[in-house]
């Protein structure tokens, strides 16, 4: 099994540039997560997806932020403009969720590291 | 709305000493409890859950957790830390009816030789 897949896993940018981070969740897994890593603010989750339907994006930070879900096994978050404060570890995670049930586990990717300078 | 609560952001054990990292919850309905762990520059782990039946729960590495309703709380321990065991511990609860994974702050345990 390969786990859950990110790309890049570094990212460095310019303010104002468009950032586009990929993800290939474990294969069968019909859920998953986006989560941003700060320092401060620690993991956040920033968007869930069930099905490739995006169920809560609350947590998204704002309009900049935006993520999609094509298909089962590919999951792309943007940020457009990116600014400084988008500086983090932004994580994917996919798990098996079975009739909604939530004992399932979270699986997470290695992360992409992105800094807007 | 649930919470956890790792009261200590460092532990510092010797190796071959027990180690154990705290971990306390809030929840309004049934917990589910995650433990996860975190090396430099990479992504988090999964160590063990709790979701019913025995309150202690054994999972990799040769760590186990005990889950204890009345003080709510889920530690995570390991009778004989290794160095390798050095890096960053999450706590991380779910209500049963909900898919928000909730995450502690983290605790960084260092094993020093």
């Known amino acids: 099994d390969a786990g859950v897949i990110q790309s890049p896993r570094h990212e460095v940018t310019e303010m104002g540039q468009e950032v586009t981070l990929r993800c290939k969740p474990i294969?069968?897994?019909?859920?998953l997560f986006w989560y941003r890593q700060t320092m401060m603010r620690g993991l956040e989750l920033l968007i869930y997806?069930?099905?490739?339907?995006?169920?809560?994006d609350s947590g998204m930070p704002e309009d900049r932020f935006s993520a999609k879900m094509p298909n089962a096994s590919f999951s792309t978050l943007k940020i457009q403009p990116s600014e400084p404060r988008d500086s983090a570890v932004y994580f994917c995670?996919?798990?098996?969720?079975?009739?909604?049930?939530?004992?399932?586990?979270?699986?997470f990717g290695p992360g992409t590291r992105l800094t807007v300078l | 709305a649930q919470s956890v609560a790792q009261p200590e952001d460092q532990v510092n054990v010797a190796e071959g000493n027990p180690l154990t990292v705290k971990c306390t919850y809030s929840?309004?309905?049934?917990?589910?409890l995650f433990w996860y762990v975190q090396y430099p520059n990479r992504g988090l782990q999964f160590l063990l859950k709790?979701?019913?039946?025995?309150?202690l729960v054994k999972g990799s590495y040769g760590f186990e957790a005990e889950f204890n309703k009345s003080q709510t709380s889920f530690h995570l321990k390991k009778p004989s830390a290794l160095v390798s065991d050095s890096a960053l511990y999450f706590c991380?609860?779910?209500?049963?009816?909900?898919?928000?994974?909730?995450f502690g702050a983290g605790t960084t345990v260092t094993v020093r030789a």
């Open positions: 991380a609860v779910r209500d049963y009816r909900d898919y928000k994974l909730s």
């Open positions: 294969s069968g897994h019909n859920s």
């Open positions: 929840v309004s309905g049934n917990p589910y």
């Open positions: 997806f069930n099905n490739n339907v995006p169920i809560d």
């Open positions: 995670a996919s798990s098996l969720a079975l009739s909604g049930a939530s004992t399932d586990t979270q699986y």
């Open positions: 709790y979701i019913t039946g025995d309150n």
